[in-house]
């Protein structure tokens, strides 16, 4: 059974920084991508950040690009998600995500190509 934790999420405010664990377990395929993704109440699940976990190739949404970092520990079975310069519009519920890929790129922040997701964690910003 695959199970994925979040931990890390909290409140700040703008400007700060935050950073997201996702640790995965029961997940026995050799290829993966692992994505981070958000929802405001009322809203869609978007992609923020993904990568390829077997070369560690990312993929970023232009709204996070160059403040939101996506890494791993594969010794940990563990994806980080660094988010900088926080904005009150980083506001959501977070959640990771994972399943078979054999790279990344737009795709894999398609909420629809993950089978596998985490309870999600809070993350708000104030301003």
């Known amino acids: 059974q695959v199970q994925l934790a979040e931990s890390g999420g909290g409140s700040v405010q703008a400007g700060g920084s935050l950073r997201l664990s996702c640790t995965a377990s029961?997940?026995?395929?050799?290829?993966?991508?692992m994505g981070w993704f958000r929802r405001v109440p009322g809203g869609r699940r978007e992609g923020v950040a993904a990568?390829?976990?077997?070369?560690?190739?990312?993929y970023y949404a232009d709204s996070v690009k160059g403040r939101f970092t996506i890494s791993q520990d594969n010794a940990k079975n563990t994806v980080y998600l660094q988010m900088n310069s926080l904005k009150p519009e980083d506001t959501a519920m977070y959640y990771c995500?994972?399943?078979?890929?054999?790279?990344?790129?737009?795709?894999?922040?398609?909420?629809?190509?993950?089978?596998?997701w985490g309870q999600g964690i809070q993350v708000t910003v104030s301003s």
């Open positions: 029961g997940y026995t395929y050799s290829s993966s991508c």
């Open positions: 990568i390829y976990t077997n070369f560690g190739a990312t």
């Open positions: 995500a994972i399943d078979f890929c054999e790279g990344v790129g737009k795709f894999a922040l398609a909420e629809n190509n993950y089978e596998y």
